[in-house]
DNA sequence: ATATTTAATGCAACAAAGTTGCAAATGGAT
DNA sequence: ATCCATTTGCAACTTTGTTGCATTAAATAT
C-alpha cells in the first residue's frame, strides 16, 4: 500500500467525473484501491479503515463506485466479493472487463492482468455468450 | 429436476465408493445433484428440501462432499457460490475442473459445460498458474 | 463568506448467512 | 440384537449484509 501525491490528485478527478461528492469516506476509499497492488474486499476495507468508516458507508460507498463503473468486481470461489479499480474504459452501467484476473495462493492477493485479454470459446448450441470471467490461481510474482 | 431411476442406484455407488455411510440428507442432497441441470446455491438446497434437512446439516454435507471431491465450487461474481457434481476424474484432495461454466442471466442456473475446455492463456513474466475458471454469462438453451 | 438545499454519513435495529458444541438418533459392523 | 462411531438436529452464537431515520457534511445559490 503506498501512497503517492498523484493518487489523491486522481481522487478528486474521478470522484468529480463520476457526479459523486467528494466526501471523506469515498476518498479514503477510492486512494485504497489506486494505492493497493491486489483487489480488496469489503472486510479488508473495513479493517484498514477501521474506526473511521462506518460498516454501512463502506458498503454504499462500494455500490455507488460499481455504478458509476469506477470498480467491478472479480469472481471468487470462496464467498468473498473482490473488488478493483477499473482501468479501462467503464462508462456508466456497460462495463468492460476482459482481462484475467490471478489469484495468488500463497498471499490470496488478486490481481488484475490487464494485459492478458480473456480469449474467446466455442459454446454449444444454443447458448449465447455475453460477457466472459476468467481467474488463474497459482503464485504471483512476490511469492515465488 | 429429474428424478430417473438411475439417480437412485448412482447415490449409493458414489456415497461409499467415497467411505461416507448413506444417509437420509446425504442421499436427498446428493440426488438434488445429480438430476439437477444446473449448479446448485446452498439456498436451493435448503428451499427444496425444506422442512426435512437442517440448515447445519445441508452446510456439513456439502462440505464433506467437497472434501471428497463428489462436488466442486462455481466461481461467481455475486456473493452465492454454486456446487456442481464433479463428473471428471476428481480425487480427494486435488480437483481438477477444467471445463467453462455458463451462467445464464435470464434464468440465472449455472451449467457445467463439460465439453467446453478452458483455454490457456499466457501470463506476464513471474506468474505461475496452477489452476484456472472461467465463467461466460449469457443466454442459455432454454432461455433463447 | 453565509445561507440554503441536497446528498452522504452514522446509528440502531434488523435479517440473513455461516459456525460451534453437545445430546440424541442413525448407520455400519460384530 | 447389540455396540460403537458417525451423523444429525437443536440452541446459541458470530459474521455479514440491509433498511429507516435523524444528524452531519458537501455543493449550490445568495
Known amino acids: 500500500m503506498n501512497h503517492s501525491p498523484t493518487n489523491k490528485e486522481q ?5 468529480k ?10 476518498k479514503t476509499i ?37 455504478e458509476k463503473g469506477i470498480i467491478h468486481t472479480i469472481p471468487s470461489v470462496d464467498n468473498s466479493i473482490r473488488y478493483a479499480v477499473c482501468k479501462n474504459d467503464c462508462t456508466e452501467g456497460h462495463h468492460h472487463d476482459n482481462h484475467v484476473h490471478f489469484l495468488c ?13 480473456i480469449p474467446e470459446v466455442k459454446l454449444p448450441r444454443g447458448f449465447k455468450p455475453f460477457e466472459r470471467q476468467m481467474i488463474v490461481t497459482g503464485v504471483c510474482t512476490d511469492c515465488q
Open 30 to 66: 477510492l486512494e485504497m484501491f489506486l494505492s493497493s497492488d491486489g483487489a480488496l474486499a469489503h472486510a479488508d476495507i473495513e479493517k484498514y479503515a477501521a474506526e473511521k468508516i462506518d460498516r454501512v458507508t463502506v458498503y454504499r460507498t462500494l455500490q455507488s463506485f460499481m
Open 105 to 117: 495462493s500463497e498471499c490470496s492477493k488478486t490481481i488484475c492482468l490487464e494485459s492478458v485479454v
Open 11 to 15: 481522487v478528486n478527478d474521478i470522484l
Open 17 to 26: 467525473k463520476n457526479q459523486l461528492s467528494v466526501t471523506g469516506s469515498r
